[in-house]
């Protein structure tokens, strides 16, 4: 089992910044790779950005490209989220999640993960 559990959202208005942050704990050393998703209300789940937890490649969805940045603090067991030069569109639920695949990249596919965080509310006004 592992247990994840996000902090970080806000609200906060356009062109703003957040920080959002995933303490894991449990088995963590058996994660292959960790993401964020979103959902939005009426929307479907979007991955948005994961880590390869052993070698810190990355994956973008691109909507974010060059506005988030993932990144891993493997001494704390803590993913971090970076999203700046926020906009309305980004407003939604924030979910990290944890996949035990050994998947060769870290994916933005929901299917591939097997443990999820109650998430984390942004909201971005205009």
């Known amino acids: 089992q592992v247990q994840l559990v996000e902090s970080g959202g806000g609200s906060v208005q356009a062109g703003g910044s957040l920080r959002l942050s995933c303490a894991a704990s449990g088995y963590t050393d058996r994660t292959s790779f960790m993401g964020w998703f979103r959902q939005a209300p009426g929307k479907e789940r979007e991955g948005v950005a994961a880590?390869?937890?052993?070698?810190?490649?990355?994956s973008y969805a691109d909507s974010v490209k060059g506005r988030f940045t993932i990144s891993q603090d493997n001494v704390k067991n803590t993913q971090y989220l970076q999203m700046n030069s926020l906009k309305p569109e980004d407003t939604a639920m924030y979910y990290c999640?944890?996949?035990?695949?050994?998947?060769?990249?870290?994916?933005?596919?929901?299917?591939?993960?097997?443990?999820w965080g109650q998430g984390t509310q942004v909201t971005v006004s205009s």
């Open positions: 880590i390869n937890t052993g070698g810190g490649s990355t």
């Open positions: 999640a944890a996949s035990l695949v050994p998947l060769g990249a870290p994916s933005l596919e929901s299917a591939w993960y097997n443990y």
